[in-house]
């Protein structure tokens, strides 16, 4: 999937990997995409309810082969 910036939150516990994407999209325009990639497995429920209070989109989520997860995060 193509993204506009990425947010290397590896080795972050919860709330960190959402305070980094929060600030990173704050930086960013409506429609642009941000991967955020984190080792936090609470990130998972972590960022789902984020995109529900934020109103921005979580395009696609999952787990890659090093055990870290990746998250695409639309502006609103």
Known sequence: MNFDKEVDARGLNCPLPILR???MLAEMVSGQVVRVVATDPGSVKDFQAFA??????LLQQGEMADKSFEFFLKRK
């Not at 529900?52 to 989109?57: C, I, L, P, S, V």
């Open 21 to 23: 994407a929060k600030k």
């Open 52 to 57: 529900r209070q934020t109103g921005n989109e």
